[in-house]
């Protein structure tokens, strides 16, 4: 997982600067979250495409929101809080027959963006990681999301989702367990229904 950038100034006297009328200034929240809010969006959703979009459309809300934060309170749960809600609309787009098949077939190729030096096997691992994560539940799922792929603390979890921290660690808990359960299923050979492998 890629660390954040480091912020040059404390986080409050960078907002400060943009609300005050630098809008330059929030590009050191952007260099600082982007690529925890692309890991986030890459989890929950269904291409490589759809995260990037989510993800900028993350940002573009949270700039046009950004009065509405309250100083003093965590930054990454508000901006989370606003990736939660803004992928739960891209998730929903994506309903369509054409799109399905696309997923499918995404499914069964090396993401994009990968080295090709890297190995292809761990490549097609972390897709079927991801596609059994958007297999849970949505209650499990988006505290997997933000924990693992966002790089979350259990507080920070808590605070985007606006649920109590036991409540996160009850469903990573059995999250991880459900995982376990569907990525064993996917890994045991398919078989024909006249019991003859193909």
């Known amino acids: 997982m890629r660390n954040p950038t480091p912020i040059d100034d404390d986080e409050d006297r960078v907002i400060a600067r943009v609300l005050e009328g630098d809008p330059d200034s929030f590009r050191h929240l952007v260099d600082a979250y982007s690529g925890r ?8 959703l269904h291409s490589e495409e759809d995260a ?12 046009k929101s950004l009065s509405t934060f309250r100083r003093g309170e965590n930054f ?3 901006l989370f809080a606003i990736a939660a809600n803004n992928v739960r609309t891209h998730f929903k787009l ?17 993401e ?6 890297e190995d292809a096997e761990r490549a097609l691992e972390q897709n079927a990681l991801r596609s059994a994560v958007r297999a849970l539940p949505e ?19 808590a605070k985007a989702l606006g649920i109590g921290e036991e409540a996160v660690k009850t469903r990573l ?24 492998s193909l």
Request: hydrophobic fraction near 45%; aromatic fraction near 12%; charge should be positive.
């Open 37 to 44: 809010v692309l890991a986030f969006c890459r989890a929950r």
């Open 52 to 63: 990037q979009d989510a993800a900028q459309e993350v940002f573009l809300r949270a700039y």
């Open 76 to 78: 990454a749960s508000w």
């Open 94 to 110: 994506f309903s369509t027959r054409k799109q399905k098949e696309e997923l499918f077939k995404r499914q069964l190729m090396v």
């Open 112 to 117: 994009p963006g990968i080295d090709p030096g």
């Open 139 to 157: 209650d499990m799922q988006k505290p997997v999301a933000l924990y693992y792929f966002a790089g979350l603390s259990v507080i920070e979890t």
């Open 173 to 196: 808990f059995r999250a991880r367990g459900r995982l376990r359960e569907i990525l064993a299923r996917a890994a045991q050979p398919k078989r024909s229904s006249r019991g003859i």
